[in-house]
């Protein structure tokens, strides 16, 4: 069993905590607002985590193979509100030293979990090759779920507090402006890789 769970562990944290739109969203999110403005917009990126985990285990593999064109959809809706965030973190006010009232909030985080392709396949792909090994398929998958969660709350807060950490490079208003557009661009570039190559 601790195999199994050592095995779950690491493939969970790389599938969620290799950079891609989420992890990029939050660190660009924790340099531009910090980890106290970032925290809703973590906050709702996780219930949207936990909201793929219970479709992913109701069945999303069997309403995508019946209608494939909903993956389509969830791609192209989702790759759009990427986008959206993107746009907010590249315009972002200048100003570090005053309050800044525009950050990503909870209900952008959540979003952007619930209609993110990426989470979805992830959790297809743990639950078809890491699902741990009890008699009761329903523990199984509570107990698998339980440690994605545990695990994504992790990689999940360390992006924000990464974000944070390049923080002070945005004292220099040109600096700042090219990372906020870099983060931004690298959001869209990881959608387009993650979700349509």
């Known amino acids: ?100 009232h525009h950050a990503p909030s909870f209900q952008d985080g959540f979003i952007l979990n619930l209609i993110n392709p990426k989470a979805y396949a992830a959790f297809l792909a743990i639950f078809s090759q890491f699902l741990l090994p009890f008699e009761l398929s329903w523990i199984s998958y509570i107990s698998t779920g339980l440690i994605c969660m545990l695990i994504a709350m992790v990689v999940d807060s360390l992006w924000l507090i990464f974000g944070r950490l390049i923080k002070p490079l945005f004292t220099h208003p040109r600096l700042a402006r090219i990372i906020r557009v870099s983060f931004a661009l690298l959001m869209v570039l990881s959608v387009i890789y993650s979700q349509y190559l």
Not at 50 to 77: D, E, F, M, R
Request: charged share 5%; net charge positive.
């Open 1 to 100: 069993m601790i195999e199994s769970i050592a095995s779950l562990m690491l493939a969970t944290t790389l599938l969620l905590g290799s950079p891609g739109p989420v992890p990029i969203a939050l660190a660009a999110t924790g340099a531009t607002f910090g980890i106290k403005q970032g925290t809703p917009f973590l906050m709702g990126i996780l219930l949207g985590l936990l909201v793929a985990i219970i479709v992913t285990t109701l069945g999303l593999s069997t309403l995508l193979s019946v209608y494939p064109n909903v993956k389509v959809i969830c791609q192209t809706i989702g790759g759009l509100y990427f986008c959206f965030i993107a746009y907010k973190i590249a315009t972002a006010p200048l100003v570090i030293d005053k309050e800044i």
